[in-house]
């Protein structure tokens, strides 16, 4: 699962950097991240920005035989995305719902702030300010009015939720007909456990 949402924010990263070439903001083909503050004080990006590569022979040595090792490399080279001492990704690891709310304001380049928006996320947390962003600009909500749940474990279904957002937020419409999702969720047995309310996003990633 890690893995496959980390191709998909590749691929969103390159769809704002080609909206960026074309000059796809209105301007003479630069972009630059606008930023205002919603209901609750949270600095939300109104137009994200991939960044840049910034560490181009950045890579690990547990995956040099990992068939997403180009993935991984582009996600790390842009600092979207960090290893463990030692120079290791440990590509079999388990995400949590803060380090992937990390990792998604950081490939979109998106602003939160430290204020507290839910019980269970502290100001001090390091994950504070990217959960406000991904909240703040709609790519996810909690748990709960009042719970995140930072430090539990990421589903598929709630990485493909917020994966689409995020792809939505860049400009893309991630909308697929009824038919062709019964079409696409159709090839996996498990198909009857998506909610309904994930289904689009889902057959879309």
């Known amino acids: 699962m ?8 590749v691929k969103s990263a390159d769809t704002i950097n080609n909206t960026i070439q074309q000059g796809g903001s209105g301007g003479g ?6 930023r205002s503050k919603d209901s609750k004080g949270i600095t ?3 137009s994200p920005v ?21 993935a991984i490399e582009s996600l790390a080279q842009r600092g979207i995305i960090n290893g463990v001492p030692g120079d290791l990704f440990l590509p079999e690891n388990k995400v949590t719902r803060g380090e992937f709310a990390a990792i998604l304001s950081k ?3 998106l602003s939160g702030g430290n204020q507290s928006t839910f019980d269970d996320v502290e100001y001090s947390d390091w994950f504070c300010p990217y959960v406000n962003a991904v909240y703040g ?3 996810v909500s909690g748990v709960s009015a009042t719970s995140f749940n930072p430090h539990g474990t990421i589903t598929r279904q709630e990485a493909a939720n917020m994966v689409a957002n995020a792809i939505k937020l860049c400009g893309t419409d991630t909308y697929i007909s009824e ?6 969720l159709s090839a996996y047995t498990d198909k009857d456990t998506v909610s309904n309310c994930a289904k689009n996003n889902v057959a879309y990633c």
């Open 137 to 139: 600009n709609g790519i």
């Open 2 to 9: 890690t893995i496959l949402i980390f191709q998909l924010s």
């Open 29 to 34: 083909g630069g972009s630059s991240s606008t």
């Open 107 to 109: 490939a979109l380049s």
């Open 44 to 46: 939300i990006n109104t």
């Open 50 to 70: 991939a960044p840049e590569v910034v560490y181009p022979e950045k890579t690990f040595v547990d995956i040099e035989d990992d068939k997403n090792k180009i």
């Open 179 to 184: 038919g062709r999702v019964e079409s696409v």
